[in-house]
């Protein structure tokens, strides 16, 4: 059985819709990444999933659970996108504090939380959050998001503006937590890390799922395999508008399937021709992403533009706990 259950989802502020329709499931073990972007919707969605804010309409549930829930609250572990640390604590003292709220006992939390910050190479461990860089505090918000040892993780852009070294570990460390079992939502921009962790995406565009599946099924969908074709005459003819090039002595011609190879094969051969390489390029996520973006952008949504007052983000973790 699923571990998440979205379904029908929306979120309106005033008349614009952040979110809408969004219906997904998240089998166990799953790392399930999110991506679209800037405004798409999926901060929003990530924060309904974790009962931070309140859907318009729909549901969503974590192992049974409905947002909110104690139940469900010890079982989920939230990175939000811009970390609330407090400043004024050390890391130790930040986290140890979490780990009391969530009742941990305090040996046990003491060495989950040694070894998490081992495992994120976190030095200064007793210095001010203060006085932290920004990577340093994501390792401390991210070791925050584990203190309670939950089965679910909802991690949002857990590695964005970070330098590639702290990047590198937090994608790392996403990838071994998932191999321990972990379920894990995650939502990013830089898709050649969502391509390399994730089992399954969904593209959001506009506060819409406009594609979802593994990278594969979104690939073959959306931009599937191109076959490019060399050979010594131009046999473009044979498939009515192919894009064919002069390259040096070559003729290159760019067709989409197996069956297209063939007939160009046909063609050079009645030509007296030969084909001289054949090549295949598979579209990158970020390509594919921007084919769908662009794409659901001109087939517009029925959206209201009407930005309204902030809904109450419930960000403190205090309430995060209580709620
Ligand atoms: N509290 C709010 N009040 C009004 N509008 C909001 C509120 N929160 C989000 N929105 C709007 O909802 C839309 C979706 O925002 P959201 O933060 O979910 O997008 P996102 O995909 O996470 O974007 P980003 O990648 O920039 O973080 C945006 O147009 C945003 O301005």
Same mark, same amino acid.
Do not use: W
């Given at each position: 059985?699923?571990?998440?259950?979205?379904? *029908?989802?929306?979120?309106?502020?005033?008349?614009?819709?952040?979110?809408?329709?969004?219906?997904?499931?998240?089998?166990?073990?799953?790392?399930?990444g999110?991506v679209g972007p800037?405004?798409?919707?999926?901060?929003?969605?990530?924060?309904?999933?974790?009962?931070?804010?309140?859907?318009?309409?729909?549901?969503?549930?974590?192992?049974?659970?409905?947002?909110?829930?104690?139940?469900?609250?010890?079982?989920?572990?939230?990175?939000?996108?811009?970390?609330?640390?407090?400043?004024?604590?050390?890391?130790?003292?930040?986290?140890?504090?979490?780990?009391?709220?969530?009742?941990?006992?305090?040996?046990?939390?003491?060495? $989950?939380?040694?070894?998490?910050?081992?495992?994120?190479?976190?030095?200064?461990?007793?210095?001010?959050?203060?006085?932290?860089?920004?990577?340093?505090? $994501?390792?401390?918000?991210?070791?925050?998001?584990?203190?309670?040892?939950?089965?679910?993780?909802?991690?949002?852009?857990?590695?964005?503006?970070?330098?590639?070294?702290?990047? *590198?570990?937090?994608? !790392?460390?996403?990838?071994?937590?998932?191999?321990?079992?972990?379920?894990?939502?995650?939502?990013?921009?830089?898709l050649f890390?969502v391509e390399?962790?994730c089992?399954r995406v969904a593209v959001?565009n506009?506060?819409?799922i406009v594609a979802r599946g593994t990278v594969d099924e979104i690939r073959g969908t959306h931009g599937g395999t191109e076959y490019h074709?060399?050979?010594?005459?131009?046999?473009?003819?044979?498939?009515?508008?192919i894009s064919?090039?002069?390259?040096?002595?070559?003729?290159?011609?760019v067709v989409g399937g197996m069956?297209d190879?063939?007939?160009?094969?046909?063609?050079?051969?009645?030509?007296?021709?030969?084909?001289?390489?054949?090549q295949t390029t598979t579209p990158s996520l970020e390509e594919i992403f921007l084919e769908i973006a662009s794409g659901s952008d001109a087939e517009?949504?029925?959206?209201?533009?009407?930005?309204? !007052?902030?809904?109450?983000?419930?960000?403190?973790?205090?309430?995060?706990?209580?709620?």
């Amino acid at each position: 059985m699923a571990i998440v259950e979205v379904e *029908n989802l929306r979120k309106e502020y005033g008349g614009f819709a952040a979110v809408e329709g969004s219906t997904f499931s998240i089998e166990r073990g799953e790392v399930f990444g999110i991506v679209g972007p800037n405004g798409a919707g999926k901060t929003t969605t990530l924060k309904m999933i974790a009962g931070l804010i309140e859907p318009t309409d729909g549901t969503a549930t974590v192992a049974g659970h409905t947002p909110g829930e104690p139940a469900m609250q010890r079982r989920l572990g939230f990175l939000p996108e811009e970390s609330p640390l407090y400043e004024e604590m050390t890391a130790l003292e930040y986290l140890t504090f979490f780990a009391d709220l969530y009742d941990v006992p305090s040996e046990v939390a003491r060495e $989950r939380i040694d070894r998490t910050l081992d495992r994120l190479d976190l030095e200064h461990r007793t210095r001010r959050i203060g006085n932290m860089s920004k990577g340093m505090k $994501r390792k401390v918000a991210i070791a925050r998001a584990l203190v309670n040892d939950p089965e679910v993780l909802i991690f949002d852009e857990p590695a964005s503006g970070l330098d590639p070294l702290t990047t *590198n570990y937090i994608i !790392e460390f996403t990838r071994e937590l998932s191999e321990a079992g972990k379920t894990i939502i995650f939502s990013a921009h830089n898709l050649f890390h969502v391509e390399s962790i994730c089992d399954r995406v969904a593209v959001m565009n506009h506060g819409r799922i406009v594609a979802r599946g593994t990278v594969d099924e979104i690939r073959g969908t959306h931009g599937g395999t191109e076959y490019h074709v060399y050979a010594t005459v131009d046999a473009s003819h044979a498939l009515g508008e192919i894009s064919a090039s002069r390259e040096n002595d070559q003729v290159r011609h760019v067709v989409g399937g197996m069956d297209d190879v063939e007939s160009i094969r046909e063609a050079v051969d009645a030509e007296g021709g030969r084909i001289t390489d054949i090549q295949t390029t598979t579209p990158s996520l970020e390509e594919i992403f921007l084919e769908i973006a662009s794409g659901s952008d001109a087939e517009g949504t029925a959206r209201s533009d009407t930005e309204t !007052e902030a809904d109450a983000d419930t960000t403190d973790p205090e309430e995060e706990l209580e709620a």
